[in-house]
């Protein structure tokens, strides 16, 4: 992303196609890849009237009115709404009550609560370890400094927007957000996949992988593995990859870092307009196919089945993932086949 050129070393999981970083980055050693400007990619400030636009789109992805000025968002190519963001798009199709308790892991400065409090959403906190301090937006939005798992209280939607690919040990991760589900509640994972024709056409080149921040990058069976380890199974997906999956990967082909892609006419120079435009109808066909390089895990809790510790511990034993664990062997591990 940031042009730094240096190589990190990542498996595939023979059986399920999942990709991992072989050694996780800790500390300052982390950090270093995690510049100051990193955040600002998502930020908040907005110009006022993007900032308008986008309450509209977003209250008609929540059906709370807007209609006409959503219709036109709507309309527009995906590469120009993924400016918006297809997050508010995946809450509205959780089917989720005003009052809903809703957190955002990974929330970054909040701007998605913030969208969603505009829209009308009322019961909204989120958490991330990496801000300063606990903090509020400005919209009035409690953001926690803290891991999920010193969270408390329970939630009716659970969100990772593209957050848990980061996280150093993601099925850890899950299981905390399952055990703070409320009875009903889902589980909302948006993140990159490497079951899609972008991985499969890119390899290296692929810009989701994000080395060394992407720590998991999960194929589409790896996601329900690690979900059957937690007590969670896969409701549906909602792939939502954009025209960013060729721009950045021909960029990566071309060696050329996502931080110097900064204008529109940068753009049309390096592709030209009708390749741009070719992408993104490609980007919206490979979504309705289940292709896409980024997709939305809904997952439910599964049932526990009278046993007071729930199904968060048991073993792979008599579970799908059992003969995956005996194909893999010993290491490296799939991150569904380690135990939490
Ligand atoms: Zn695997």
Known sequence: MFGTREQFQYFICAACDTLQIHSVLSGEELGRHYPADYYSYETSQQPKFLRWLTTRHDRRELRTGGRFFGAVIAALPTGVRLALGDAVRAVGQCGLGRDARILDVGCGSGALLDRLSRAGFTNLSGADPFLARDCTTPEGVLLLKSHLHAVTGSFDLIMFNHSLEHVPDPVATLKDAREKLSA?????????????????TYGPDWFQIDAPRHVVIPSRQGMALAADAVGLRVDRTSDDSSVAQFIGSEAYRRDIPLTELTSLRSLLKLFGARRI?????????LNRQGRGDQTGFVLRAVPSRGSRTGTSGRSFQGSA????????????????????
């Not at 435009?277 to 066909?285: E, I, Q």
């Not at 003969?323 to 086949?337: F, N, T, V, Y």
């Open 184 to 200: 009903g509640g889902i589980c909302l994972v948006r993140l990159p996949t490497t079951s899609s024709e972008a991985w499969t």
């Open 277 to 285: 435009w070719d992408w993104d109808r490609r980007a919206a066909l």
């Open 321 to 340: 993932a059992g003969a995956i664990l005996r194909h893999l062997g010993s290491e490296p591990k799939c991150w569904h086949s380690r135990g939490v």
